[in-house]
């Protein structure tokens, strides 16, 4: 016994929502059916509009929709900081803390050669890159104080200093095993304040 | 500063989700839009058709996308009991606990007078109305056991006795204040097996 075919594919496709097991997508199915297919008609639209329309940027790799993002393509931003975060939510974290002019870097993800993400994967030969094209004086490590993010660090802090451009890494204010994202304001601008120079 | 506005939009939109504040959304947009795109194209689809393509039974007033539903079309059910519920999602519970073989009428909610829910909103005019045309010789009442339900069910009750139908009313082997739904299948058979006659 179940639902009717189309209501049982929606709490199917709901799943694809992280955090969201059989119990919560059927009481979703419901709500939306029963109490708001206008919200409902809206996020399909949206979904298929992100969908199709937001890529990486091309400098940053962070999402949006146009070829470069608001941030790189901000003429007052200082061209020779660069900070390296894991995914867009760290991004913002960072601009709603405040106090960072410079540029930024998304790996979209941390290495874990475990899954084959290795240093390609998260857009490393891409930074490499501009560190050679661009003139940069400083890269900021802000990936998460997780395992990952401190092997992440570790490895992109050899290619910078190879280079013989500085590197520092954000002050642990957060608690260690943390996700960057859900620091507060507060916290994330004094490690921004409080970061120290890499291997000097 | 904000992501970009497809993103920015994306996250509002997934806000119309039960249970989903701005950071679950922007966490499930990043999701979608970073590791499962796939999933966000199909689920856009599939809230899509079932917007436009699920409706209410006609007889029992369940979701479904067929003008009758599974249950009311189903020869092999008893026509004699029918039973009284909140929800689709008590249909389903009521089902997977086993045991019952007559129909079902769904309210799709509870008589909440503060809220303009009254008689005609949960559909009693069609309830009676089947009452006076067809042979039934019990209704169930397995409205859940809040306030309200119970205030339903004893409004139902009197309209049922007045037609001199038999009713009776679930066991509460559930928790006060708890919902039908989440109620596990033994429990549920039980209050089933358990049901008192109302008023004799
Ligand atoms: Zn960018
Ligand atoms: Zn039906």
Do not use: W
């Amino acid at each position: 016994m179940s639902f009717s075919p189309l209501i049982n594919e929606l709490i199917d496709a709901l799943r694809c929502l992280p955090g969201v097991g059989p119990k919560s997508a059927q009481r979703m199915a419901m709500h939306l059916l029963e109490r708001d297919r206008k919200g409902a008609s809206r996020l399909s639209v949206v979904l298929q509009d992100a969908v199709e329309g937001v890529g990486r940027c091309e400098q940053c790799r962070t999402l949006c929709e146009t070829p470069t993002c608001s941030i790189c393509s901000n003429s007052a931003r200082l061209r020779n900081q660069i900070c390296v975060v894991e995914t867009p939510s760290d991004v913002m974290a960072i601009e709603q803390a405040g106090g960072y002019r410079g540029l930024y870097f998304v790996l979209m993800g941390h290495l874990s050669p475990i899954d084959g993400i290795g240093p390609a994967e998260i857009g490393l030969d891409q930074l490499t890159r501009r560190l050679d094209e661009e003139s940069f004086e400083e890269v900021i490590l802000a990936t998460n104080p997780t395992v990952e993010g401190e092997a992440t660090a570790h490895y992109i802090a050899n290619q910078v200093q190879r280079r013989g451009i500085q590197v520092s890494r954000i002050a642990h204010g957060v608690p260690l095993g943390g996700e960057l994202e859900f620091v507060d304001g507060g916290t994330l601008a004094h490690a921004f304040r409080g970061r120290t120079l890499v291997g000097n």
